[in-house]
């Protein structure tokens, strides 16, 4: 039986972006992260940051890679194919190629439009670069002081789920942050899934557009629980002294109802949460909707 914690009759508002995965590999697992992790920073949300990208949560084994390897597989999203393809190439160039004995091909071959990305990365290697073939797959083969960097021709690029995100209403910080760690701990279970913000908690939810200043977005005022008596409709009930938003994006909406389904069941279960609901704008922003309790009901 789950705990007693209000769930919302409620809905994410979930958009669509372009979305394209790195699977990184390396000599170990150790290197395959640092690089993944460095290849996914300033890319939180697309309201500020050139992108919004994340790691997956499952590790691929050497087995299941192209070089026989270790990797990681990462997910970069931006709206338009041109800025996609810019921060492809620039998170590859700057954050892959340069970590020691990493790798980048494409993680998702059977999408149907396909950028050549390694073409422009190429580059680097002032006309000593070679094309080759490693299984099926087109590849460069860069040197550089270390040895080569090898990276793939073509990356392939779709439409995507982003935004995905539900409220952990907590009667303390202590309580909220615990439950927000279980949370981002369950959904990274879901496979095809990232969680682009800190550690995947975001503690600064936000609304579309400012009270006072010139601002595309600002701090989602009606959730912040040192504003409730200051403010006229606030949304945090009585006795909900903390509250953190859980963001998430997948590569189809299916992913992102299972993710919500997983983060909500695993939050409840930490005493002290209140209350679960999620931040939407009346379907004004993203065409998807994810329902909190249809999300719990279905999976």
Known sequence: MEPCVEIEDTFAEVFIMLVGRILITADSEKWALISATTAT???????????????EGRTI????????????????YQRTGHEWKTQM???????????????AFDGMPDAKKRIRIGRAVK??????????????RTIWRIPVTEGDFLVEDRFGVKKAAAGGNFLIMADSQDA???????????????????????GGVCRSGSKVGSRKYKLGASTNDPFCPRLRNTITGSKVPIGVDSVYEIVFNGLTPTRLRKATAA??????????VRK????NFGGKLGPIKIHLKEALDFF
């Open 41 to 55: 920073g300033f890319a939180s949300s697309i309201i500020m940051s050139p992108a919004e990208a994340g790691i």
């Open 61 to 76: 084994p050497s087995g299941e890679t192209p070089d026989g390897r270790p990797g990681v597989m990462i997910q970069v």
């Open 89 to 103: 190439v620039r998170r590859i160039g700057q954050c892959i190629l340069t970590c020691p004995t990493t790798a």
């Open 123 to 136: 580059m680097f290697g002032d006309g000593f670069e070679k094309m080759e073939v490693l299984g099926d």
């Open 176 to 198: 909220g942050l615990q439950a927000a760690q279980k949370a981002v701990e369950a959904i990274r279970a879901v496979p095809d899934v990232i969680l682009p913000f800190p």
């Open 263 to 272: 983060g909500i069941r695993a939050a409840i279960e930490v005493p002290g």
């Open 276 to 279: 679960i609901t999620a931040v």
